[in-house]
């Protein structure tokens, strides 16, 4: 069944020329939605991949940079207030030890709660690399890796892809990252959990369900024929990539945000906001190297 939505891709909000801040003609509109004049609905801010770490960079990823550029993320959220923000995983990256992870993961999140009282974190494999996901979620005060809630007319689905072929979850680095797995009981789950609502439905997920390449779910197939059979499934924002990406498959969005870890400079980050209106658009605002997004809701 066909979710409904047909898609337009904006360009990126804004970028700097002659150190200026510019607002692009293709996303005028975007950029006043942002200002106070969304719809009726609910408004979600997103980010991915931030991969905090006290360490020095190693390639494309700056890692002590996170917080820097994540104080420009927190600054956008706190004026255009969301409901809550979600992290498509990958929040810390991976340490030798519990403790330095620890730290890692106390450091970003600490900057994190102040942001907004609600916070949503999808599990990435660097967020369990050391950690296992109990440890990780006790940091963070999160009981569940997946579960669903309901905001402003919508369903939100978390999903957690951290387990092996086998079955187990990841953690203490018991796992090849390239093995991710939603397993039979979180897909019964899901199907169970979208079978009761009659909402539309958004999920949040860390590694791809849309491309079959080392950076998706093995059983990619399977989750999406469960989302696809449901009829009333929008989008999945997902992440660990790197990179922004759209593909629309059996009636569902499936979008890729860029990662805040990638390159130097604030001109390198990458962060979102989710507009979701009571008219059925979902309209993604993204900053910096962050693509947006507009998602119609067709009669």
């Known amino acids: 069944m066909s ?16 150190g200026t801040l ?5 996303t005028l509109a975007t950029a006043d939605l942002v ?13 991915t991949d931030l991969h905090y770490a006290d360490k020095p960079p190693a390639g494309s990823r700056h890692y002590r940079e996170t917080l820097t550029k994540f104080a ?3 600054a956008q959220f706190k004026r255009d207030a969301p409901a809550f923000v979600v992290e498509l995983g990958d929040l810390i990256d991976a340490a030798d030890s519990v403790d330095v992870e620890l730290q890692y993961l106390e450091t970003i999140n600490s900057a994190f709660a102040k942001v907004c009282d609600e916070r949503h974190y999808v599990l990435g494999n660097h967020c369990v690399d050391t950690l296992t996901k109990t440890e990780f979620l006790e940091a963070v005060g999160q009981p ?33 990252w390239t093995d991710a797995n939603i397993p ?10 979208l079978a009761g609502t009659t909402m539309p439905v958004v999920v949040f997920a860390h ?19 469960v989302l696809e059979a449901a009829g009333n499934v929008a989008a999945v924002f997902q992440g660990h990539s790197h990179q922004n990406e759209l593909q629309d498959i059996g009636g569902i969005h499936y979008c890729t945000l860029a990662a805040m870890v990638e390159g130097s400079g604030q001109a390198s980050n990458s962060y979102a906001l989710l507009d979701i209106g009571s008219n059925g658009t979902i309209e993604l605002t993204g900053f910096r190297r962050q693509e947006s997004r507009h998602f119609a809701r067709s009669e």
């Open 3 to 18: 979710s409904g939505f047909q898609t337009t891709q904006l360009g990126r909000r804004a970028y700097l020329r002659g």
């Open 22 to 26: 510019v607002l692009t003609a293709a």
């Open 35 to 47: 200002a106070g004049s969304a719809p009726e609905g609910v408004r979600v801010g997103l980010m």
């Open 72 to 74: 420009e993320a927190a």
């Open 144 to 176: 569940k890796s997946y579960y669903s809630f309901d905001r402003g007319g919508v369903h939100f689905v978390v999903l957690d892809a951290c387990f092996r072929s086998d079955g187990e979850p990841y953690g203490r680095k018991n796992f090849e």
């Open 184 to 193: 039979a009981t979180e897909l019964e789950w899901l199907a169970k959990d």
């Open 207 to 225: 590694q791809r369900l849309d491309v079959t390449t080392h950076h998706s779910v093995k059983n990619h197939a399977a989750v999406r024929a």
